[in-house]
Antibody
Framework: EVQLVESGGGLVQPGGSLRLSCAAS????????MNWVRQAPGKGLEWVSY????????YYADSVKGRFTISRDNAKNSLYLQMNSLRAEDTAVYYC??????????????WGQGTMVTVSS | SYELTQPPSVSVSPGQTARITCSGD??????AYWYQQKPGQAPVLVIY???ERPSGIPERFSGSSSGTTVTLTISGVQAEDEADYYC???????????FGGGTKLTVL
């Protein structure tokens, strides 16, 4: 079964750090581009970051640039998001999402179930 | 920063047709995608490349594009279609992905 499972969320104080992980299974992870998308409570979806299949190309939303770092380990079939200098407005469910290649090119075709990050003192 | 604009809400009766629009300056250059999200669940892709429907998505879901506006059409709306719908695309360079603000579809 094709699956993405996020972990690492939790409660953190403002200014703190957290590292999210996304474990992929059921497909050749190294062939796919990946993204992080977040959703604040009661709000819409916000794209956070993109990484190419090899990890050589990376993009960030302006709201997280300089504070968040996306990375991947294709040998471990895993995607990561290192979040530093966290702010209250970073409170959200964080999803990892795969970019389709052949069947649904360009689309976020597989999503994880999400992991909740709460930034509060 | 680049934005996609959706109406906050759309309401229709069962069996009617719902149309949800999404506007953005780069839409003539970049494909649009549509996702359905029900409470407490992850989003699900319902339309890709403006008008293509993934396997497993009912035929009542369709997409179209005209200039700077793309439209998700749900024909013969069913109660189970009540959800939030998000369009997604990219800026003109294709670098930065963006989601619309979302549209809550209410089935009366």
């Amino acid at each position: 079964e094709v699956q993405l499972v996020e972990s690492g969320g939790g409660l953190v104080q403002p200014g703190g750090s957290l590292r999210l992980s996304c474990a992929a299974s059921g497909f050749t992870f190294s062939s796919y581009e990946m993204n992080w998308v977040r959703q604040a409570p009661g709000k819409g979806l916000e794209w956070v970051s993109y990484i190419s299949s090899s990890g050589s190309t990376i993009y960030y939303a302006d709201s997280v640039k300089g504070r968040f770092t996306i990375s991947r380990d294709n040998a471990k079939n895993s995607l990561y998001l290192q979040m530093n200098s966290l702010r209250a407005e970073d409170t959200a469910v964080y999803y990892c999402a795969r970019v389709g290649i052949v069947v649904v090119p360009g689309a976020f075709d597989i999503w994880g179930q999400g992991t909740m990050v709460t930034v509060s003192s | 920063s680049y934005e996609l604009t959706q109406p906050p809400s759309v309401s229709v009766s069962p069996g009617q047709t719902a149309r949800i629009t999404c506007s953005g300056d780069a839409l003539p250059k970049q494909y649009a995608y549509w996702y359905q999200q029900k409470p407490g669940q992850a989003p699900v892709l319902v339309i890709y490349k403006d008008s293509e429907r993934p396997s497993g998505i009912p035929e009542r879901f369709s997409g179209s594009s005209s200039g700077t506006t793309v439209t998700l059409t749900i024909s013969g709306v069913q109660a189970e279609d009540e959800a939030d719908y998000y369009c997604q695309s990219a800026d003109s360079s294709g670098t930065y992905k963006v989601f619309g603000g979302g549209t809550k579809l209410t089935v009366l």
